[in-house]
């Protein structure tokens, strides 16, 4: 059952870039706040706009049930937290972190009784706030805290709870961003390719947004061959035919003066799979070079 009101009120400890803006979102939202930050001249402004500033992080949270946290690492929680009584406290970690992080996070609450849930936040500060922005936030963690309080959670940006086990948020929010600087490291080759030829940035950037759009539809086919094992079933192109045609992106690489160390770790990993007689299938054999524990 969801508890929450629309003017529920809660505590922010944290008040960088994306704390300001969640705190503004919340605010906006009718929800009275009360903030902390180490550096307390950076709550002033909001102090302004009708939040409570608390003079330590202890006093904070003594001010609310629902405790969100959005600070620069792990440590500085700990360290923020380390003289706050959680005692029947609701505890949401925004800080970016990993997933065992989050895991020890999860039990240490729990010893100084509070629930917990953390929190992988995918936007950027001008997106919190913004209706329709494509700005959410992966919780995970205490179910029964995530429905208590999903309304408020919900201002800032919108809400995907991924499981009861705390570093889930942390393992999805990082294995986007993965993916994310995968598609730059590929996006930044390409430019380097035309760069200095008769090839117009601004109009060669719409035929690669289309072609990585188009791409993107793969993802299915890895998924349905990590979930079936057989990573042979539906290739068009296979390993054989895609390494074959590796010496020619390496190839222009060298002619128009590229470094092609974003492509070489890639192609090397296609080329030990296939030597190890897997030519049939697509790339996902891949995911099983660089998985270093037992695949399920």
């Keep these: 059952m969801n508890s929450d009101t629309q003017n529920a009120s809660l505590t922010l400890l944290g008040l960088g870039a994306m704390g300001t803006a969640l705190a503004r979102a919340w605010l906006a939202a009718g929800h009275p706040l009360t903030v902390w930050n180490r550096t307390a001249e950076r709550a002033e402004p909001l102090a302004a706009e009708g939040a409570t500033v608390a003079a330590t992080a202890a006093?904070?949270?003594?001010?609310?049930?629902?405790?969100?946290?959005?600070?620069?690492?792990?440590?500085?929680?700990?360290?923020?937290?380390a003289d706050a009584d959680l005692t029947g406290k609701d505890l949401v970690d925004l800080t970016t972190g990993t997933p065992g992080q989050a895991r020890a996070r999860a039990a240490w609450a729990r010893s100084r009784g509070a629930r917990f849930l953390d929190g992988g936040i995918m936007a950027v500060p001008p997106m919190i706030g913004v209706p329709g922005s494509g700005g959410y936030v992966f919780y995970s963690g205490s179910r029964a805290l995530f429905d208590a309080h999903r309304d408020a959670l919900a201002v800032p940006a919108g809400t995907e709870y991924v499981g009861q086990d705390a570093g889930l948020a942390a393992l999805h929010?990082?294995?986007?961003?993965?993916?994310?600087?995968?598609?730059?490291?590929g996006v930044a080759h390409a430019f380097a390719l035309i760069r200095g030829e008769e090839v117009v940035p601004k109009e060669f950037a719409p035929l690669l947004v289309r072609w990585l759009t188009a791409m993107t539809a793969s993802v299915h086919g890895v998924a349905a061959h990590l979930e079936s094992g057989d990573y042979a079933k539906g290739v068009v192109s296979n390993l054989a035919m895609q390494v074959a045609g590796t010496p020619t992106l390496l190839g222009t690489a060298e002619e128009q003066g590229v470094s092609a160390e974003l492509l070489t770790?890639?192609?090397?990993?296609?080329?030990?799979?296939?030597?190890?007689?897997?030519?049939?299938?697509?790339?996902?054999?891949?995911?099983?070079?660089l998985a270093r524990r037992p695949m399920p």
Aim: proline share 2%; charged share 20%.
């Design 59 to 81: 006093e904070a949270v003594a001010a609310n049930g629902l405790v969100m946290v959005c600070l620069l690492d792990d440590a500085s929680v700990v360290s923020a937290l």
């Design 173 to 185: 929010d990082v294995a986007l961003l993965s993916a994310m600087y995968g598609m730059f490291a």
């Design 265 to 289: 770790p890639y192609v090397g990993l296609m080329k030990r799979r296939l030597a190890d007689g897997h030519g049939d299938e697509g790339t996902t054999g891949v995911i099983d070079l």
